[in-house]
């Protein structure tokens, strides 16, 4: 018995070596690592900007197209009425009787 308690003795503490020795190893960053992820996280902060700038304009734009066809209904309203009246021509108003 004594001799399978050593064997399970030495087989956790190499198990035990062997665990402690993998979770210290840490990798360090190299200088040029390091630059260069400040760079990428410097360009991300840029690229999310110009994505707020061009949501921004695209609302802005949207609106502005909105006004416009606002504007265009409101033309199309205002054609089709004097359409509607040259069609009527020269009856256009048949309850208005002019004073002579």
Not at 23 to 50: F, G, P, V, W, Y
Not at 67 to 80: G, H, P, Q, V
């Amino acid at each position: 018995m004594s001799i399978k308690r050593t064997i399970i003795t030495l087989g956790a503490g190499s198990l035990m070596f062997a665990l402690i020795s993998l979770t210290s190893c840490t990798s360090m960053i190299t200088e040029e690592q390091l630059a260069q992820l400040q760079e990428l996280r410097k360009r991300e902060r840029q690229l999310n900007q110009d994505i707020s700038n061009k949501n921004a304009e695209i609302n802005k734009i949207e609106s502005e197209l909105n006004a416009r066809k606002k504007e265009l209904n409101d033309c199309n309203k205002d054609k089709d009425f004097i359409m509607q009246k040259l069609s009527q021509w020269p009856n256009v108003w048949p309850d208005y009787t002019p004073s002579k």
